[in-house]
């Protein structure tokens, strides 16, 4: 006999659901530690919540789910979550994933967005479940190990510096995260960047490390920056890659993203990993010159609530 229990995240769940979220996903960097602040790191206005699935007291997967914020748009929400390989088929994540539905579905959300590892069973479940497949996002690493490109030249008037130039006033930053969002690949326009939502939720996680994301200056204006957490071990991320409109064109975030990747390799960490839209040619084409090489992909899925 099975004892499936749907309740909320506990902080003592935070290894457990970290576990299941990366099992089988190498290429994700989300730590435990990570995993218990967000739960109190959320807008008001996200209704963030994070659902565990515990079978026979053992918690085997989760779902973090809230309303999508940074957007005039409205009535959009998220649901992402996993189980352990060993656990599927059993009930856990439908058990889950219809728990975040009502729960957004209680907070005015009719269209539920949800990313799916673009492998057959995955992708059958979310079908059968009334979501309709949507754009897809490869996954790509390397080896910190291996060579690294040779640094372009950076253009008259530009340098590069660490983001923690900035930790007592990032405004300037948020000021090229907010110009650059608008044009991110996918379906909700992110055209609402709240400055007190960045220094929360972005500038403030603790698996962002300011001395590796690196910022590339204009006559001392940040016009872009590549973005870095960690594991704080050996395990980098690649964040968010922003360039100002206004300095598209210019060769500014390759050099911001060598840099980066250079400075972490000097920190000790061995593997980056990064992600992009499928229709990202540009940033995609970076990426392939830095190294990278791609290990994994996952497909958005969308399903309406009011239907």
Known sequence: MTTLTIRDFRAGDAEAAAAAHRAGRDHLVLTPEVFAWLNGHQPEGAHYRCLVAEVDGRVVGSVRCGVVTGTTTRGIGYAN??????YRRRGAFTALLAAAERHLAGHGVVEVHSWVDEEPGS???ATAR??????????AGRDLALPLPEAPALPDGVELRPASDWADDPYPIFLVEA?????EPGEVEMDAADYEEFLNGDW????LDRDLTVVAVVDGEPV???AARTDGADRY????????????????????????????????YRRAYTSNDATNAPMLA????????????ERKFTKRLDC
């Open 130 to 139: 009334g979501y309709t497949e949507g754009r897809l996002a490869h996954f």
């Open 123 to 125: 992708l059958a479940f």
């Open 237 to 268: 991320w690649s964040a968010f890659t922003a360039c100002r409109r206004a300095f598209r064109g210019r060769g500014l975030t390759k050099p911001a993203k060598l840099e980066s990747l250079r400075r972490a390799r000097e920190a000790g």
């Open 224 to 226: 872009a920056f590549s």
């Open 179 to 183: 110009d650059a969002i608008r044009d």
């Open 286 to 297: 970076i990426n392939a010159w830095l190294g990278y090489e791609r290990c994994a992909s």
């Open 81 to 86: 979550g996993s189980v352990l390989p060993e």
């Open 204 to 207: 403030a996680r603790p698996d």
